[in-house]
């Protein structure tokens, strides 16, 4: 497995990519964005481990940039900004995991681990058309109506929307939720979910279906019956 590690704090940079080698991973660094863009534009990685706050470049910066050519490399954020908001915005724009610094090297391996697992995976939904009530969901292009009204989510929102249509029936824990939308296992705050179901219902208000996703108490969510 190959890897980028792109972190400015240069001790820490080294004791990362000392462990992972240590694993015997193929692990390349650097410690700007400048250079990590650089680096992704002429490699692929299975993995990259990014920092929000680098020289030249920010860390979301860097990833926007990824993800504007590139859907399929993981990206585990690495960040001494732990409000969920952050968290949020993060995994919004397109990172599959956020690891609040300063954190565990046992834990960040595990979430290193959990990502590989899964680097080799697609996306592993069936396209085609999904309906529920007023909702009409276009699972290849990604796109939601909601009573004839186009309605913008972001990457993790869709993904949360069609899992709920898809297992019409179930009652997702929050947990269950995030992996469901990501369809993989997930390390996520339950603070992080309730924001993201937020966000739908706050999208979903003009055209009068916000209330579909049902909160059960306790639990979690799941849609109206």
Known sequence: MHLLVIEDERALCETIVRSLRRLAYSVD?????????????VERYDLV????????KDGMTVLRTLRQTDRET??????????????????DAGANDY????FDLDELLARVSVQLRHAS????????????????????????????DPVRLTRLEFGIVEALVRRPKKV???RELFQAAW????FVEEKAVNVHVSNIRGKLKPSGTDGYIETVWGIGFKLAE
Request: glycine share 8%; with cysteine.
């Open 49 to 56: 481990l990014l920092d929000l706050n680098l020289p030249k």
């Open 99 to 102: 690891l609040a610094k300063p």
């Open 172 to 174: 997702f824990t929050k």
């Open 121 to 148: 995976r697609g996306a592993g939904r069936s396209s085609g058309t999904l309906r529920f009530k007023d909702w009409v969901l276009d699972a290849e292009a990604r796109t939601l109506t909601a009573a004839g």
């Open 29 to 41: 660094y650097c410690y700007d964005g400048e250079k990590a863009l650089a680096l992704l534009g």
């Open 183 to 186: 369809n993989e296992e997930a």
């Open 74 to 91: 993981r990206v585990l954020i690495l960040s001494a900004r732990s409000e969920v908001e952050d968290k949020v915005q993060g995994l």
